[in-house]
């Protein structure tokens, strides 16, 4: 009894390979360290977190899957985190079956983004408990679930057809309309369809943590707590519940922040689209057109290789400080 007790417990986190899903995943991991785990963290040669210093108690290991960076834009975001589940099922389920080796520490949980929903079915085989973590919005996951659900009952001709009947309503879903629905023209409907069912599939998940605050996201928690009927927490914002070391996937310019010293508090716009965003030339110039609008001082990151079907290259969309 005694041994068994003396056992250290290990969270296993797994992120998506992209930076808004990496870093919020880190400061949870931070907060977890702070109250005794072990932390391991799972990555993908794709996007891969060379770790500071700073994360030198944690263990980093990587799913050897073989995806080319190309397949990101050939596929668009959809299919390709299709694939990167179907490439890191196997490996993934090997890597556990290595930790769970180990006799001087068991396995509290494994944490699991929403887009890795590979780690459920491997879990499941082991009997461990797991975690579903969203780093978007509950808005976000609800409408992702809602588009599921219409889908099966072929409610979503207004997607489909476009044009005036994208503004209307969702039913039982004021205020959103069907263009405020997740779909890019990079994938179609049934593609992202495909996905989000995955993504929104609790099951044997023993709760759902969000990277949210309560207050602003009342009735999309407490829907989705009736629809999964499992614990859903808001446990957000996690970057001033504990603060992380830099988690850049790529070399952070810092050419900026001397015009950003130059303005007043909290008045500059702040605008990223993440690292699997793809945008087409017309989509950018009419966010821009719309910013330049608003009169409002902003900061627009754009990710190399972000644009498509572009004749002008990133380097002339950027204004040098």
Known sequence: MEEKLSRRRRVVLVPVPAQGHITPMIQLAKALHSKGFSITVVQTKFNYLNPSNDLSDFQFVTIPENLPVSDLKNLGPGRFLIKLANECYVSFKDLLGQLLVNEEEEIACVIYDEFMYFVEVAV????????????????AFVCRFVMCELYAKDGLAQLKEGGEREVELVPELYPIRYKDLPSSVFASVESSVELFKNTCYKGTASSVIINTVRCLEMSSLEWLQQELEIPVYSIGPLHMVVSAPPTSLLEENESCIEWLNKQKPSSVIYISLGSFTLMETKEMLEMAYGFVSSNQHFLWVIRPGSICGSEISEEELLKRW
């Open 124 to 139: 499941k085989e082991f009997k461990l408990r797991n975690v579903i973590l969203s780093t978007t919005s509950a808005t």
